[in-house]
Structure formats: C-alpha cells, structure tokens
C-alpha cells in the first residue's frame, strides 16, 4: 500500500512496488490525461511534474514517488485556464494530440524555470518530446506566447 | 489520370436531389440510407424531451442542444472540425454552439470512394463537400417549413439565422422549438447550395473543435477508456513475423497477482489480468514454444534480392502507356537509367495499438480508435461469435492513424479476453509489441529510364514498379494493376510524350499496409530525383526543366514558380544547397524546395518550402497544419526512416532504434497556400512525398552524391545508399557517414 499525493490530494494505491506511477495514475486513478508511448522515457508522453520538474512517469516506480507533489495534466489549472493552455488552444496547437499532454507538461515546468525562454531553452526543454504529427513549430510558437501570457498577467 | 480539364469540369453540382442522394449509396453499399437509420434518438423523439434525429448527421434536441455525428475519424487532420463545419454552413449556425460525436456504424456512412465507412486517402473533405452541405441545408428548410406551418404563413417568408427562424411579423422560434416537428417534414427533393462567395465559415480558419480536450486530458482515446469491472490484457505475439504458439506453459503466469486469464489464439497469447502492469509482468512469466512459420531466415538482403530478380525477370503489367516509350527508347539520342529502392517503414503512431471490448449477452460493445468501423465491427462479430449487427462500434480519437488503423489486427484478442471472462477487456500493445508487429509501409524496387531526341528534349520516360500488393490482403480481389500502388506516376504530370508505367507484384513473406501517402511516397522519390539526374545530364536547372515540362500545366507550374520565389532558388545563402521537388496527387498540386547544408558529411535541414494548390478550403489554418505535419513525418521518412529484419525478426523495437524527427531538430517550414476555385483537394498525406526528393535532390547540389536508396542517413553498412555523381548507371555508392542534425 502505497499513499502518494495526486494534484493536491492523497491517494491510497495497493500495487506492486515496481509498478510505474504512470500505470498507477492512468489504471488505478483513473487519471488518464497522462498517456503511455514508449516505457522506456525515449517520448514525453507520459510527462507529469514531481514537485514542479517535469518527470517521465513510465519509469518511476510508485516506490520511489514518496511525498513528494505529483502534478498531472488534470491537476495543472482548473478550467484550461493555464497560459500554456490558453496558448495552445489560441495557436490550435493539438492534432491527434496523444503527446499533447507530456508536451504541456514539459512547456510548464519550462516556463517556471525560464519565465522567458529563448529558443534554445525550448529546444533543450522539449526535445525529449515526441510529436509523431509534427506540432513541434506551433508548440515552439506556443511556448513564447504562453510566456507572454502569463508575464501580461504578473 | 486527372488533368486540369478534369479538375474544371469536376465542379460539384449545385444542386442535389434525395434520389440522386439515395442513388448514390445505393451504387456503393446496395443499402438504406441516412434518413431511414434505426438510430435510437429516432424512437425518443415522441416523448418531446429527447433530441430530433433530422438526417443521418444531425440532432437537435428541445433545449437547442445541436449535436453533429461525424463519420470519419478524428486522427488530428481535422474532421471533426471541418466535417462539422460544411453543415453548419447551410445550416446557419456558429460552429462553436454545435456538439460533435463520433457517428456508429451506418450505411448513410459510406465514403463512395474508399466503398466503405473508411477515413483514408485523404478524401474525407472531397467526399463530404457536397453531401453535408447538402445535408445542413435539407436539415433548414425542413426547419423552416415547420415553423412556417406553424405561423401558417409560406416558408419563403421566414428566415433561419444563427439558430433561430423568424418571420415578416417579427415571431421568432429557435430550431429546437421546432426540431421535432421538422423531422415529420418531406426532406425536401432539391435544395440550392450556397455559392462560394456567401459562405460565412468555410475557408474562415475557425478554431478546431477537439482542441479544448486535448489541451486538458480529458479527451478520449482507445486506450483511455474505461468500464465497470474492466480487465486490462497484454498480448505476445510471435518474434519471428507471421508465426504462431506451439504450445505454452502458462502455469507460472497463473500464479502472479491479479492474473485472471491465459488464452491463447491463432495469432499469439494473451494475458489478462486486474491491471496493465500485472498483465505485462504475467506475459514475461509465460513459457512460449513460437512456431517461426516460413519467415525464420527472412532478413533484408533476401528481401531486395528477391524484388531486384524480380524487376530483372518481369516487364509488369501495364498502368499507363502514352505513345511507345519502349520504342522512343530505342531510337533515343541519349537514354539513361536507374534503379531506386526505399525500405520498409513503421507507422509508429504515438499511440500504440489497443482495444476495450465488452462481450455481453446482447452482443458486443468495441471501443476502439479506428479507421474501419466496418471492418472493425466485422472483426468483433467473428471473435465474439455474433452477427456484426450486434457489435456496436464506438469510436474514440486516434493518438495517430496514419494508415496503421487501417487494419484489425488489434482488435480479436479484446474480444476473445471479454468473451471468455464475461467481463470488459481492454488489451494495449506496448511500444516494442507496436513497433515489431505493424503492418509495414511495403519496400519498393524501381527501375526508370528516359531518352532525349536528338534536339536534346526528354521525350520517352519509363517506370518498372515492384513491390508487395497491400490491397490484396486488405481488399481483395484486386483485378489490372491496383492504383495504391503506382500513384503520382499514372497521374505524373510532365509532358513527355512516350510515358510508360508497368507494375510487377512480388511479396515478401510479411504483412504490408497502407501508410500515410501509400505509393506516392516510393513513386515521388523515385521519379522527382531522376528528374533532377536528367536536369544534370542535360545541363540543365532543375526548376528549367521542370518548367519545360510543365508547358501545359497552369496549376504545377503555379505551386513549383511560388515555392521557387519563396525559396530563393537558384541564390542559395553562401553555405547553402536547395533542393525541389513537384507532385500531384490527392486533386492536390504542391511544391517544396528543401534548403540543406552539409555538417561533418551529414545532412542538415534548415527550411523546407512549401506551395500547395488544394482547391478551395474548409479551414485553412488546418490546411496548414496537415502540410506542416506531412512535412516532419517526411523528413523522419527521408532521413532515418527505416525498418530492418533479421531471422524474420523486427530490429527496431522502440523511439532509440527507429528514430523520429524531435524539436530540435526542426528545420524552418514555410507553407504557401494558393487561393483556388477549384474543388477541395486532400491534404492529410500529399505534403509526406516531396520531402525526401527534395532533401536528396538538395544533397547533390551539394555534394554531386545522388541517393537513390532512402534513408539518406542509413543505419546500415556505408556504401548502401548513395552514388557519386557521373557514376552513371551503377546503382549504389557511399552513403553518408555520421548521423543527422537538424537546425
Ligand atoms: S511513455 Fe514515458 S517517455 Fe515515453
Ligand atoms: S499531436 Fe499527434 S503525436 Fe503530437
């Protein structure tokens, strides 16, 4: 039995020791924002933040989560109200939009390190997500515009 | 073969009857049609509260709730914005205030092209044009005539805007006052379309309906759902493609937690268990004798050995023959020839493969993201044991098609797990489990050859194609050579007046779908760069060339004189090497000049432009999208794309072994979309093709090296995969060393 802390709530998971937190937030929680696509950290898809930075949830085991905050793509801001949401609905980022959340996920542990990203701060970022649909210009477009939303609102 | 009289004279009727409507499905599917389907909102409708059913895409219910079913699957090309938005249109209501769901199966679902319920060959748009629209507008005047009955006043006294029907005296009803009573109405025989300078949403850019839930996780895919009581199963496949268990020795599987079943079937062995990760730990647990089948020593070598003997041994079957190419040939001033290959390639949607399925004693329920809801519940119907039309397909977003969910393969096991526990199973493939068992993007041998005339003038042009036949797995019988595999060939626009293509069909032991660009993608490579080599032999640019031979080509000449303009040819930046490429295909004409420099002998892409003339469009800032889209995952192809197969064994099993374009290596792309008149053409797959011939073709500006082997950066052994420039005819040369970069 495993208590770990899930967008601000605590959640008791009975699961295996080894078992990825991404399996338990998407099975056992029901919290199926999160996405699988490859196991093996090579995609992003299943990118949550452990108290704010950006993990790949597919290799970490529910043991080693602890007491530390995981934050999920359900859990970044009530209402799509986050700016990198808000940017992305306004540059209609998503296609299939399967990687959409790790990509979110890793743009908004990007903007709270670097409020103002240059590109090469993007592309060190973000690389470590795979968008099979190609979405990479508009999220690089987003990711800019997020940072101007959420410095306007400062 | 279209051409630009054809495209003129191809403009959609104005006007559409509900005999020609019904007609129409007859041809294709010999079934009933949309007004007539048993839909259960049909029923409801007499208690007042539930939603009219007005045809096979629309509800309103009381409340003004408008609800739009829409029967080609989301798989981010737009659908279920642009579908959406040609009945809004006629139907005057914003786009923003209309509820989208994936429409069930349906004969009024049939797209007449792919004769079927099929998202595919990028046409969704082409064959809705003019049946939604229709549809929105028989869905207003029924509307109309019932509040005018209502009002007792003539229906061409009211008005239908934004969702409300007013008349000369001021009464106004909403549609959904009005709805129940307008499903009694006559759908009416004839209704006028608008013409293109009236419409108010289409070719706007209205921002995509599916973009609030992917932003927020909440949007479903197939492997998102979840039901009561659910199970989650893992399923081995055999390592050598195409094999089968022999046996297997379960016991130890049984034993781990949460395990509940272990089944084995034709195709492999599936676990079940209470969770997924339970359900993979059981799978490593279980002891395996795999039959290999016929494919135990199949590797690479063997595989393009057999289609090389075959190209040497067979002249194929006969696509397309303008005058006597064979004989221009012979009597040419000048000919030259070459072979061209391109590999075996994995879909690799983001999402992998998976299924929830729930047998019950009514039937079945399939939750799947498909392609082929048919076929999918057809499937379903034969693994549950039941009739198909007790399998009711739901249809969630795909993380990704690509073609890939073209094919079923995925969806028996589900539905064997649910039918022997009596309880909802959802099975996920893993990645490696995705990547080592698709159905992959046929490799293809070609060999083309061309003649000049004495005055220097190409005039004789002549294309052998061998490869795999997918549509004689997929879509049997296939009589005369199938078009899915000589495309952007038969249709190839350069006017050279001896025009030969011959197909010869060799298999290769494995299973090959159909993938994002089918043959245009093998057929443009090839026949884009050999364009490019005759440029060369004859001294001449390859966008003068190209000119040439467009003479009587408005529209090419068009899209390749933009993408030219916009990418500075024939004045590269110091540093810099541009490369181009033309192709029709979709009803759509497009051009793009790649601009590469050369970086420790390997190729780096800086920017990609790109002219598209795709007739008129439902939504451009999606039109743009889906070029921007089609140009990375052809990059991916032309740069690294490539599945290898040893002992009959898959060599890339995951995103390190088969590697996919990232952010940072993201070249600069620059999409021109050409206003038109024309038509809709496809856009989904039609920018794929042109990436890697114009990064090849921009490497020997570079460096004198033609690739005629993709990828150009090869995993494989030096040597494989381009020849030095003069080197002729011979067929393989040095391939560049180190790996790529982008920008
Ligand atoms: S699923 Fe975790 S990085 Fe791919
Ligand atoms: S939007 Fe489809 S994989 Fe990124």
Redo the contacts with the bound molecule.
């Keep these: 039995m495993f208590e770990i802390q899930v967008n601000g709530r605590p959640m008791r998971v009975e699961a295996a020791p080894d078992t990825p937190l991404l399996w338990v937030l998407r099975d056992h929680l029901g919290l199926t924002g999160t996405k699988y696509g490859c196991g093996r950290a090579l995609c992003g898809?299943c990118t949550v933040h452990l108290d704010g930075a950006a993990v790949r949830s597919c290799v970490l085991p529910i043991a080693d989560v602890g007491r530390r905050a995981v934050t999920t793509i359900e859990g970044l801001a009530p209402d799509r109200s986050d700016p990198v949401q808000r940017a992305w609905i306004e540059l209609d980022?998503?296609?299939?939009?399967?990687?959409?959340s790790g990509?979110i996920m890793a743009a908004a542990a990007l903007l709270r390190s670097h409020p103002a990203p240059t590109d090469a701060d993007i592309d060190a970022a973000m690389s470590g997500n795979?968008?099979?649909?190609?979405?990479y210009g508009r999220i690089r477009h987003a990711v800019h515009r997020a940072a101007a939303l959420a410095r306007a609102e400062r | 073969m279209a051409t630009e009289n054809d495209r003129a004279t191809g403009a959609a009727p104005a006007q559409w009857t509900r005999r020609e409507f019904v007609g129409s499905a007859l041809s294709v599917g010999g079934l009933v049609i949309a007004m007539n389907l048993p839909l259960p909102a049909r029923a409801a409708t007499r208690s007042g509260r539930a939603p009219a059913q007005l045809n096979a895409w629309l509800r309103i219910a009381p409340d003004d709730t408008i609800t739009i079913l829409v029967d080609r699957s989301e798989?981010?090309q737009g659908v279920y914005t642009a579908l959406p938005t040609l009945i809004a249109e006629e139907l005057e209501i914003e786009l923003d205030r209309v509820a989208i769901v994936a429409a069930p199966v349906g004969d009024a679902y049939f797209n007449a092209a792919n004769v079927g319920q099929v998202t595919g060959t990028s046409n969704s748009v082409q064959d809705a044009w003019v049946k939604l629209r229709t549809a929105g507008a028989q869905a207003r005047t029924m509307l109309v005539a019932a509040a005018a009955a209502r009002w007792g006043v003539a229906p061409s006294e009211c008005r239908a805007r934004h969702g409300v029907i007013t008349n000369a005296a001021g009464d106004r009803l909403t549609y959904g006052a009005v709805a129940a009573d307008a499903a009694r109405q006559p759908v009416p025989a004839r209704v006028a379309l608008k013409p293109a300078s009236r419409f108010e949403l289409i070719g706007r850019g209205l921002p995509r309906t599916d973009t609030p839930a992917?932003v927020d996780g909440s949007a479903q895919f197939g492997i998102d759902v979840r039901l009561p009581g659910m199970l989650y199963g893992a399923f081995a496949q055999s390592p050598v493609l195409g094999g089968w268990p022999d046996s297997v020795d379960s016991a130890a599987a049984e034993k781990m937690p949460g395990v509940r079943l272990v089944l084995a079937l034709d195709s492999g062995v599936l676990v079940v268990a209470d969770h997924f990760w339970q359900a993979l730990a059981a799978r490593r647990a279980l002891r395996v004798r795999w039959n290999p089948g016929p494919n135990a020593t199949l590797d690479d070598a063997a595989i393009r050995e057999s289609l090389r003997r075959t190209e040497a041994g067979d002249p194929g079957l006969v696509a397309r023959a303008d005058g006597d190419a064979e004989t221009a040939l012979k009597r040419a001033a000048r000919t030259h020839s070459a072979i061209y290959e391109v590999p075996l390639l994995a879909h690799a949607?983001?999402?992998p493969m998976n299924c929830t399925a729930d047998v019950h004693a009514d039937g079945c329920d399939l939750y799947v993201g498909t392609q082929v809801q048919q076929l999918s519940q057809a499937a379903a119907a034969v693994a549950a044991g039941v009739p198909p039309d007790r399998v009711r397909v739901h249809t969630t977003y795909l993380?990704?098609g690509f073609g890939r969910r073209l094919d079923v393969d995925f969806i028996p096991a589900a539905v064997a797990g649910s039918h022997a526990l009596g309880r909802p199973v959802k099975v996920i493939w893993t990645r490696e489990d995705d990547m080592t068992h698709d159905t992959y993007r046929p490799p293809a041998l070609e060999r083309i050859s061309a003649g000049f005339d004495a005055a220097g003038k190409v005039d004789s042009f002549k294309l052998h194609i061998v490869s795999p036949l997918i549509t004689a797995r997929m879509f049997p019988p296939v009589t005369g050579v199938d078009p899915e595999v000589v495309e952007a060939a038969v249709n190839c626009a350069y006017g050279i007046p001896n025009f030969l293509v011959t197909y010869t069909r060799q298999e290769i032991g494995i299973d090959v779908g159909y993938m994002r660009s089918v043959s245009h993608a093998a057929n443009c490579f090839v026949i884009e760069s050999f364009v490019d080599e005759l440029a060369a032999l004859a001294g001449k640019d390859p966008y003068d060339l190209r000119m040439e031979l467009l003479a009587t080509k408005p529209r090419h000449r068009r899209v390749l004189e933009t993408a030219a303009r916009l990418a500075g040819w024939g004045k590269p930046a110091p540093g810099r090497h541009l490369g181009l490429a033309l192709m029709e295909g979709y009803a759509t004409r497009i051009a793009q000049v790649a601009e590469i420099s050369v970086d420790g002998g390997a190729p780096r892409v800086h920017r990609i432009v790109c002219a598209v003339d795709c007739g008129q469009m439902v939504n451009p800032r999606i039109v743009e999208s889906q070029i921007e889209?089609g140009i990375v995952f052809g990059l991916t192809e032309a740069l690294w794309g490539e599945i290898t197969i040893a002992n009959g064994v898959v060599q890339q099993t995951n995103f390190d072994g088969y590697r996919v374009l990232r952010a940072n290596q993201m070249p600069q792309i620059v999409v021109e979309l050409l206003p038109s008149d024309e038509p809709p053409g496809g856009i989904g797959e039609v920018a794929v093709p042109l990436v890697a011939p114009a990064v090849c073709n921009a490497w020997f500006a570079a460096t004198g090296e033609r690739v005629r082997s993709l990828p150009l950066v090869s995993g494989r052994a030096p040597g494989a995969a381009a020849v030095k420039r003069g080197s002729g005819n011979s067929d393989r040369g040095s391939t560049p060393r180190t790996t790529a970069s982008g920008t």
Excluded: D, F, I, N
């Design positions: 898809a980022v998503p296609q299939c939009g399967y990687c959409q990509q795979l968008c099979r649909c190609g979405t | 798989m981010g992917k949607t983001m999402e993380g990704g889209s």
